[in-house]
């Protein structure tokens, strides 16, 4: 086991340098000038805030300090909040990140394991077809529609959760906000629980045990869900990396300090040290929960265990 | 299940009542002004940015040496200074600063610190980016670029601690109204000096807890993307006038979202209101609708270094196909169509020269030697990825429709876009400009050959020299007269094809007072009060 | 079972079984329709009304006989719009999609069937490639690709359109063909990148297939590797693939509208249900019919796919046939 868990670090430490050095050299290709302005800065002194950044220096000379930069724990100022650390702004943002990532996966879970469950243990019923329409209509209402209807109508017309904003201190800013965000992604459980439900109940030990005369909710839980489970884990895992750093349009919609859109602003602005230090805190969440999505797929399936 | 209802009754009954007082209510309760920003600052330090965003914010922090009036742009109520004085030709200018003044810190506010703020700004180390803004005054600009390198040689002078003398390169009349941009405030010299050097760029010095200003209130928090909040500072010079306990600058990105906050009882005041929801608020809550003229024009660059294109009258032809008017109304709600770039301003009254005819466009475009749009190649024209996919839209169908001529959007991020046009690498652009102050000069000044903002290719001597001659001519009177004479050969061979002069669509709540129409749209935080 | 008969193959068995279910049926049928109606309807000229025809003087009119969806913020038609959006929505779902699920699926059947090293270091590009930032690689793409997707179109239109084709007929064509030809970049960048949730999920399906006792039993009869994991492990994993599948398309045509919101997808004045939608949504308070439209079709369209995707893996599970 410990074998497996320091190649799997040593795995980690090389997948992460090849991102850093990838996504480096992707920034410094983009199109567009750093450091533009909506004002034409004069050259005399672009060049003076090109030298501050070091961006006078050979792109080799630049990564490598860059890279010092990261490995030390430090990725520098950003470019675009000028004279602001970057781990400031991160500091700010990760969290709210983390609150809204981990309550619409709370809100995607409840929902979509459960109707997943419930669809295919009544397969072709009245429930199945009408809770699989609903979760469909989670992904047909995409967040920028769902998420100004909800805002409108208990932000607005209620007046009982703000319509936008996030307080760290006040778990009613997150409502809405872990609603609209976790509804695509019950969406995309549901179907995925269902299908490896149906998957697994029609195994032959299943059968084993409706001949034996086991009830049907015992072989749903007890013998299935273990089974039925595996696609949505393998699912899981990325879309929780996702949702942390990546929520942009609910972020925009309702005015959330999260890390989506600093992330895009960076991306705007080619405000490289950002881009490159959300870059990894993504991909270390990445690695992480593909890791745990790997642990958990071998628990769920002990013929695994041997193997992984 | 009865029971399962009666347990939850009080609980929502509870919900309901902690919602009951909205933000707007417990603000006006604690004289909190509640802003849409519509984005985060790039800094507070008054010397590292450009924008307006940020303005809004340092004139809270800092005061210049003229306050704004709040309800006129051509007020000059004292600020920093107390009183001043211009010779004849308005190339010396002497201020008196108030005796009395104090940073927040309780430091005095001294002459030494608006000298060590122009020092700071122009000094070549620092590269702060908006430096040109202080070029009129004498041999600011060869300091700047690092031609001379002696301070004193530049035009400011402190002859005591309360006395600021300031000699300009040329007359300039419309000082006063300059001062009141970030660029001419004065900087806490003694609390920059502590956290590094005079030309560092990134030290602590603006960050809260250490900010120290001049202005009407402090900075207490900057949460990024979630607010900038300030509070009354008690050491402002004019505090016992000043209603407000703080302002609090919300960075709403999406205007949809800012209207909707702004309807649940979130802002007092919002940025922007989207067009297509004027008609509505019109109709249902006339109360809050603001509609007024902002110094501000849209317009499209053309790159007359491209083929065709460096043809006057295709430009000329493609400027009189667009239907202002339509754009304005049907689009562009609150702008107004415009046949110049500069907009009205104080006692400058420009000349409308174009406007739509769509037969005069046909007859230019055959002139030129492409009737009906036949060998006019497709142009590509250049617009920002969030900028306004409707208006590219309509121009789009009325070149096609009057000319022939066929464009495509070429969407670009924002750095590329502005990289772009000052490459010359494009064919149309559309742009816009803000004016910084209330003269023809913020507008006009920049299609000199090799401006940075020009971007269009475009030069003309006789315009340069019109220019210049308005620059040394202190008659008032007369110097518009250039200025009008100059703008007039810009627009008639249309290196940039005006549409229309920005208006402001925006939503206030009632119970703010002090608040007027104002073309800068610089409302003084300091006379601004909450009554419900 | 009196239909299947000796020498029936799979794919007629699983059909059979198919026309069996009656929401697949419905939903295929619907799904024919949608298609025919925007692939048809707006190759025939002068057919609808010109989709980027706008008219100011008649904007956010509701439903009328000239106009049977009413007209947009600009005064076009929306009927029309939402052909011409729907034929890119579709193909931007397809193209991309097929494109995911092939990389996807093949990638990840071996990782999980073969294991052990081969297997790390596949799933650590899959890593890399899922932390790399999407938006900067999009960017990149179009950037690199623009100059090619230009020539593209003109190519295009003049290959469908041929030699002799007059003025007129060279821009309907182009009306149709541009919006396709570029959102090339997007097609690449989107295919090369979402293959990869496909390929985890399919790896996990594999891997526990891999383990059941039918495998083994392949296996000790000889079976070659590429043999086992084409005709036994994946037809036993096609469930999970299939919903995912049905899962991207209706993803993906989304995605394409967030980026058009960042000015990368179809490009004004052509337009996508995504971007109908999106814009739809902007004046959901003063004109809901504009977002109702678009929202409708895409629904359909979804419905549709989903209940055709569960019909097909029903008819496709080899165990059925026992049933």
Same mark, same amino acid.
């Given at each position: 086991?410990?074998?497996i868990l ?10 992460l340098y090849l991102?850093f ?8 290709a ?10 034409a ?9 090109? #030298? ?43 969290p ?18 459960p ?34 209807i909800? #805002?409108e ?25 872990? @609603? ?5 992604y ?22 084993? #045990? ?15 869900l ?13 879309a ?8 942009l349009?609910?972020?925009?919609v309702?005015q ?6 600093q ?13 490159l230090?959300?870059?990894? @805190? ?5 690695i992480?929960?593909?890791f ?17 | ?9 009080? /609980? ?8 009951? =007082? ?9 004289? *909190?002004f ?10 507070l ?18 005061e210049?040496l ?11 109520p ?5 009183s ?6 308005f190339? =010396? ?15 005095p506010?001294?002459?030494?610190? &608006?000298?060590?703020?122009y020092?700071?700004?122009l000094h ?23 031609? *001379?390198?002696d ?14 003398k300031i ?28 956290f590094?050097?005079?030309t ?5 010095w ?9 202005g009407? &209130? ?17 050491l ?8 407000l ?10 205007f ?9 009882g979130q ?29 501000a024009?849209?317009?499209i ?18 400027s009189?196909a ?18 110049t770039i ?13 406007s ?24 590509k024209?250049?617009?920002s ?8 839209e ?8 009057t000319?022939? *001529? ?13 990289? /772009?046009?000052?490459?010359l690498?494009?064919?149309?652009a ?18 000199t ?9 475009w030069?003309?001597?006789?315009f340069e ?25 810009? *627009?008639?061979?249309?290196?940039i ?15 703010v ?6 073309l ?9 009060s909450?009554?419900? | 079972m ?19 279910n009656?929401?697949s049926?419905?939903?295929?049928? +619907? ?10 309807l707006?190759?025939?000229? $002068?057919f ?26 600009l ?8 052909? +011409?959006g ?11 999609t ?6 996807g ?9 073969v294991?052990g090293?081969? $297997? ?22 179009s ?14 239109? $003049? ?13 309907d064509?182009r ?17 090369a ?16 297939? %891999? ?7 392949a ?15 994946l ?16 993803g993906v045509?989304?995605?394409? %509208? ?7 997808g ?28 678009p ?10 796919l989903?209940?055709?995707? $569960?019909?097909?893996?029903? %008819? ?8």
């Amino acid at each position: 086991m410990f074998k497996i868990l320091l190649s799997r670090l040593l795995q980690s430490i090389l997948v992460l340098y090849l991102l850093f050095t990838i996504t480096f050299f992707l920034t410094r290709a983009m199109p567009g000038n750093l450091l533009a302005s909506e004002r034409a800065m004069p050259e005399h002194i672009r060049a003076k805030v090109e #030298a501050y950044y070091g961006l006078n220096k050979p792109l080799t000379t630049q990564y490598a300090m860059q890279l010092g930069n990261f490995v030390q724990g430090d990725p520098g100022y950003s470019y675009r909040l000028e004279g602001r650390p970057v781990i400031e702004v991160i500091q700010q943002a990760l969290p709210v990140s983390f609150q809204l990532g981990i309550t619409a996966m709370i809100v995607a879970l409840s929902i979509g394991i459960p109707a997943g469950c419930i669809a295919a243990a009544r397969k072709n019923s009245l429930i199945d077809t009408g809770s699989m329409m609903l979760a469909m209509l989670g992904i047909c209402l995409p967040a920028f529609v769902i998420g100004p209807i909800l #805002a409108e109508y208990f932000g607005r017309k209620l007046g009982a959760l703000p319509a936008y904003g996030w307080e760290a201190g006040t778990p009613n800013t997150w409502i809405l906000p872990a @609603i609209t965000l976790g509804l695509a992604y019950a969406a995309y459980l549901s179907r995925l629980t269902r299908a490896g439900m149906l998957e697994t109940l029609s195994q032959d030990f299943v059968r084993t #045990a409706r001949a034996k005369g086991v009830p049907g909710s015992q072989i749903l839980i007890r013998h299935c869900l273990r089974g039925g489970l595996i696609p949505a884990v393998a699912y899981i895992g990325p879309a929780f990396a996702g949702i942390v750093s990546g929520s942009l349009v609910v972020e925009t919609v309702f005015q959330v300090p999260g890390l989506g859109r600093q992330f895009i602003k960076a991306i705007e602005t080619l405000d490289v040290p950002m881009i490159l230090c959300v870059t990894m @805190i993504y991909g270390t969440l990445v690695i992480l929960a593909n890791f745990v999505t790997d642990l958990a797929g071998a628990w769920l399936n002990p013929r695994l265990r041997k193997s992984a | 299940m009865t029971r399962c209802t009666l347990l939850l009754l009080p /609980a929502l009954l509870c919900l309901a009542s902690c919602q009951r =007082e909205t933000q707007v209510e417990k603000a006006n309760r604690e004289k *909190i002004f509640i802003v849409g920003n519509a984005n985060d600052p790039k800094a507070l330090d008054p010397h590292l940015v450009t924008g307006v965003i940020e303005h809004n914010i340092i004139r809270a922090l800092l005061e210049g040496l003229v306050a704004e009036d709040p309800e006129s742009d051509t007020g000059y109520p004292p600020g920093a200074a107390t009183s001043w004085e211009h010779n004849a030709d308005f190339t =010396e200018w002497t201020f008196h600063l108030r005796p009395d003044g104090k940073w927040s810190d309780g430091a005095p506010l001294t002459s030494a610190d &608006f000298d060590f703020a122009y020092h700071r700004l122009l000094h070549p180390d620092l590269a702060g980016p908006y430096a040109e803004m202080l070029y009129f005054i004498k041999n600011a600009e060869a300091f700047n670029k690092g031609e *001379i390198t002696d301070w004193s040689q530049v035009g400011v002078a402190t002859p005591d601690d309360y006395t600021l003398k300031i000699t300009m390169r040329e007359p300039v009349p419309f000082l006063l109204g300059m001062t009141r941009h970030y660029t001419w405030f004065p900087v806490p010299r003694h609390v920059i000096l502590r956290f590094g050097k005079m030309t560092d760029r990134f030290t602590k010095w603006s960050e809260a807890g250490n900010y120290v200003g001049n202005g009407p &209130f402090v900075l207490k928090e900057w949460r990024f993307n979630d607010k900038v909040e300030t509070v009354k500072n008690p050491l402002y010079w004019n505090a016992a006038h000043v209603k407000l306990n703080g302002v609090r600058f919300v960075p709403v990105e999406n205007f949809y979202t800012e209207t909707r906050g702004f309807l649940a009882g979130q802002l007092h005041t919002t940025y922007q209101l989207p067009p297509p929801l004027v008609e509505k608020i019109r109709a249902e809550h006339p109360e809050f609708l603001r509609q007024e003229p902002y110094l501000a024009t849209d317009f499209i660059r053309t790159n007359i270094t491209r083929p065709v294109l460096d043809n006057p009258k295709v430009r000329m032809a493609m400027s009189l196909a667009i239907d202002r008017k339509q754009l304005c109304d049907n689009i562009l709600q609150g702008n107004t169509p415009c046949g110049t770039i500069t907009p009205d301003l104080g006692d400058y009254h420009p000349d409308q020269i174009v406007s739509f005819d769509p037969e005069r466009a046909k007859a230019l475009l055959a002139e030129a030697g492409y009737p009906g749009g036949k060998g006019v190649p497709r142009f590509k024209i250049l617009m920002s990825s969030t900028g306004s996919r409707a208006t590219i839209e309509a121009l789009q169908a009325m070149w096609k429709d009057t000319l022939g *001529i066929l464009v495509d959007p070429q969407p670009k991020d924002w750095g590329s876009y502005v990289t /772009a046009q000052q490459k010359l690498d494009y064919d149309i652009a559309l742009a816009a400009w803000t004016g910084d102050y209330l003269d023809p000069s913020t507008f006009l000044l920049m299609w000199t050959k090799g401006n940075g903002n020009n971007n269009t290719g475009w030069s003309n001597e006789e315009f340069e020299r019109l220019l210049s001659e308005a620059a040394h001519q202190s008659d008032e009177k007369q110097r518009l007269e250039f200025f009008k004479k100059a703008e007039r050969i810009l *627009i008639e061979e249309q290196p940039i094809l005006p549409i229309s002069y920005r208006g402001r669509n925006y939503l206030l709540r009632p119970e703010v007072k002090g608040w007027h129409k104002l073309l800068l749209d610089n409302h003084p935080w300091a006379e601004i009060s909450l009554e419900p | 079972m009196t239909s299947a008969e000796k020498g029936s193959s799979l794919w007629l068995d699983a059909w059979l079984r198919l026309r069996r279910n009656r929401a697949s049926m419905v939903g295929l049928v +619907f799904l024919f329709l949608i298609g025919a109606i925007c692939v048809i309807l707006p190759s025939i000229p $002068d057919f609808l009304q010109d989709p980027n025809k706008t008219d100011l003087l008649h904007r956010n009119l509701g439903s009328s006989g000239e106009h049977w969806f009413g007209t947009d913020h600009l005064g076009r038609d929306l009927f029309s719009r939402v052909m +011409f959006g729907g034929r890119v929505s579709i193909a931007v779902g397809l193209i991309t999609t097929f494109v995911a699920v092939t990389i996807g699926v093949v990638w990840g059947a071996v990782a999980g069937y073969v294991g052990g090293r081969m $297997d790390a270091f596949m799933m650590r590009v899959v890593d890399i490639l899922y932390a790399l930032p999407f938006l900067v690689i999009i960017i990149l793409l179009s950037k690199i690709l623009e100059p090619y997707t230009d020539e593209l179109t003109v190519w295009a239109v $003049d290959l469908i359109a041929g030699k002799s084709a007059t003025a007129k007929q060279l821009n309907d064509t182009r009306t149709w063909v541009e919006p396709l030809s570029t959102l090339v970049p997007v097609f690449v960048a989107i295919g090369a990148l979402s293959w990869l949730t496909v390929s985890r999920i399919v790896r996990a399906q594999v891997q526990s297939v %891999a383990s059941l006792d039918f495998v083994e039993a392949a296996r000790s009869l000889g079976l070659g590797h590429l043999r086992i994991l084409f005709r036994h492990i994946l037809p036993n994993s096609l469930g999970p693939i299939i919903v995912y599948t049905t899962l991207t398309i209706p993803g993906v045509m989304m995605f394409e %509208a967030t980026l058009s919101f960042l000015g990368l997808g179809v490009k004004a004045p052509n337009s996508s249900w995504g971007v109908l939608i999106q814009e739809g949504a902007n004046f959901m308070l003063t004109n809901p019919m504009q977002l109702l439209f678009p929202s409708i079709f895409f629904s359909v369209t979804l419905f549709s796919l989903n209940f055709l995707g $569960d019909g097909l893996r029903d %008819a496709l599970d080899p165990k059925a046939a026992k049933d």
